[in-house]
């Protein structure tokens, strides 16, 4: 009976591996390169217009390059915003030519797989 109840564990183990492992591969983790949903290359954005502020953000979860281009696509995706994400300080530095809420900042990180911490205004 006890070797019928580790045997079902480790099989519902195995299977939730397998299928982060499919995540990954497929480009649906949050880390790591698992994909090609993440540029290879990291476009540099300008602004059209003036900026008319700027903002730092500390962001969680960052580990690699990957994961910096991540957030950095995520944000720079938005109409007005241009980002920079530093992995080593774990922070973006985003400037906007127009106004853009704390709100959409972090839909945008999340949506990306990441969280923010804190957003300093400037």
């Known amino acids: 009976m006890s070797?019928?109840?580790i045997l079902v564990l480790v099989a519902v183990v195995l299977i939730y591996a397998f299928k982060g492992s499919l995540q990954h591969f497929r480009g649906q983790g949050g880390c790591c390169?698992?994909?090609m949903q993440v540029k290879a290359k990291r476009e540099r954005k300008?602004?059209?217009h003036r900026p008319v502020g700027k903002c730092r953000m500390?962001?969680?979860g960052m580990h690699c390059p990957n994961c910096a281009t991540r957030v950095s696509n995520a944000l720079n995706e938005l109409d007005?915003?241009?980002a920079r994400v530093n992995l080593h300080s774990g922070t973006a530095t985003v400037s906007y030519d127009r106004p853009?809420?704390?709100d959409e900042l972090k839909r945008?990180?999340?949506?990306?797989g990441y969280q923010v911490r804190e957003i300093w205004r400037k």
Request: glycine share 22%.
């Open 3 to 5: 070797s019928l109840l």
């Open 33 to 35: 390169g698992g994909g």
């Open 46 to 48: 300008f602004l059209r």
């Open 58 to 60: 500390q962001i969680i």
């Open 80 to 82: 007005g915003v241009a």
């Open 100 to 102: 853009v809420t704390d």
């Open 108 to 112: 945008a990180v999340w949506g990306a």
